[in-house]
């Protein structure tokens, strides 16, 4: 195969949300195992409802994901490429006027099926001559334009979903441009995907159908060249089976990320979710792609749990070496020579990133001890060993305080780490031991240094 070129193509009227990652994150991966492109392409035409705002967010997100496009297109930059494709359709006889308003077409749909017939669109506009035209004009009304598909039988070897099938004669002739003059989808996007060389297109099955139209519009645009291969994965769904919107403000890939997700756990569920692979953390976006194929997609709805994303976040902290991590951690303040064992000690106890924090300051800065017991704190802090402090200093040293106070278990520990950490639970102090260092024990034994 020569390198693919894919396409992730959302409009930028809304925030991206975790399916549409899922979307994202299949092109990408497909490219980037093959040495192949991604291209971002913001689907625009719709002047009113897209905005430069929300395009800049989607940029923001796929960053975070790590996805960065090699290279960008706006459909709203690229009418002219449309027009002449509306007019090569024209030429051809393919493209036709219609003047029906929405609420003519619902009746005429409602009309259909009271007979028990199918509800496409009659082609009246077909049989209009050019004085019917410049009536209905004369009248205010103003066209909208339909594609006349071919009657056939289209098909295609999904890389998805295996073979499928659509009969033309079952679907209503595409609007591809408005009332209004504004293009819809359908056009644009075939337009896109010849003139920029789109190998593949992977997108969620609920453009199936869209793309035996399209196969269409390929032939009738594309001079001979073959169309793009395609690929529809099952669109993910939350646990109670609803499907995901814009609206889903809470699954955004922003909202994800103001929660403290970790990126590449929001990728490992986006990806992983309803296929025949399990949900496991990763620890880069090429171990996800290296486990992932279109093939493993499953044909069934991909629920998951907004919930799992917690756990597969601590999961994937617990993997993530000092490297990985290091810009996030000194933008917590946290750097030197001791940044990578403060990572190592700490990562295990951690959900979000940001939980680092705090023990930084028990690590490196001042806290407020807890002492319960000073008369064993200070036996304790007696008994702590010089330094330097190694791996083997806690044990030394505990083992030291419980022959001297015969305290064991968690009469033993307990106080040291309420007094050590002003708090009841966290990572092992063997390892905190050493960052903390002796004069600090001290002064949180009750001792001085
Ligand atoms: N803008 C379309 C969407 O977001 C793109 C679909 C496609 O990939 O062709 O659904």
């Known amino acids: 195969m020569t390198s693919p070129i894919v396409r992730f193509a959302p409009s930028p009227t809304g925030r991206i949300h975790i399916g549409n990652a899922r979307t994202a994150l299949y092109n990408w991966l497909f490219a980037k ?35 960065e496009p090699d290279l960008l297109v706006r459909q709203s930059d690229r009418f002219a490429l449309y027009d002449a494709a509306m007019q090569r359709l024209r030429d051809q006889g393919r493209l036709y006027a219609c003047y029906e308003t929405q609420e003519e077409l619902d009746r005429k749909r409602k009309l259909q099926l009271a007979r028990g017939l199918p509800p496409v669109y009659d082609r009246a506009g077909l049989s209009l001559t050019s004085e019917d035209r410049a009536q209905l004009e004369a009248q205010g009304r103003k066209p909208h334009w339909r594609f006349q598909l071919e009657r056939d039988v289209v098909e295609w070897e999904d890389l998805s979903r295996g073979h ?84 889903s403000g809470s699954l955004s890939i922003s909202s994800l990320r103001e929660q403290g997700m970790e990126a590449l756990a929001v990728a490992a569920l986006a990806v992983l979710t309803g296929t025949s692979d399990s949900v496991h953390a990763v620890t880069s976006l090429e171990e996800l792609g290296a486990a992932i194929d279109l093939s493993h997609v499953s044909h069934n709805s991909a629920k998951f749990d907004e919930a799992d994303l917690v756990a597969l ?59 319960e017991d000073d008369g064993f704190l200070r036996d304790a802090a007696e008994l702590l060993p010089a330094e330097p402090f190694g791996a083997q200093t806690w044990r030394e040293w505990t083992e030291a305080v419980k022959v001297k106070t015969g305290r064991k278990g968690k009469a033993l520990f307990h106080p040291l780490r309420l007094a050590l950490t002003g708090r009841e639970n966290g990572p092992e102090l063997a390892a905190l031991l050493p960052l903390i260092g002796r004069s600090r024990a001290l002064a949180r034994l009750g001792a001085h240094a």
């Open 313 to 371: 976040s601590a999961r994937t902290l617990l993997l993530l070496p000092y490297a990985s991590v290091a810009k996030r951690l000194a933008a917590l303040g946290v750097g030197g020579p001791q940044a990578e064992a403060f990572w190592l000690a700490v990562r295990g106890n951690l959900s979000r990133l940001g939980e680092a924090e705090p023990w930084a300051q028990v690590c490196f800065g001042e806290i407020n001890p807890v002492r």
């Open 33 to 67: 195992k093959r040495g192949g492109r991604f291209i971002l392409r913001f689907d625009d035409t719709d002047l009113a409802r897209s905005t430069r705002e929300f395009a800049d967010i989607i940029e923001t997100d796929l960053g975070w994901l790590g996805i």
């Open 164 to 247: 499928c099938r659509i009969d033309c004669a079952s679907l209503s002739d595409p609007v591809l441009v408005r009332e209004d003059g504004a293009y819809l989808y359908t056009l644009p996007s075939v337009v896109d995907d010849l003139d920029l060389g789109v190998t593949h297109v992977i997108r969620g099955e609920d453009h199936v159908t869209n793309t035996a139209v399209q196969l269409q519009l390929f032939g009738a645009l594309g001079d001979g060249k073959p169309a793009p291969a395609f690929a529809h994965h099952n669109l993910l769904a939350t646990a109670s089976g609803e499907g995901l919107s814009k609206r």
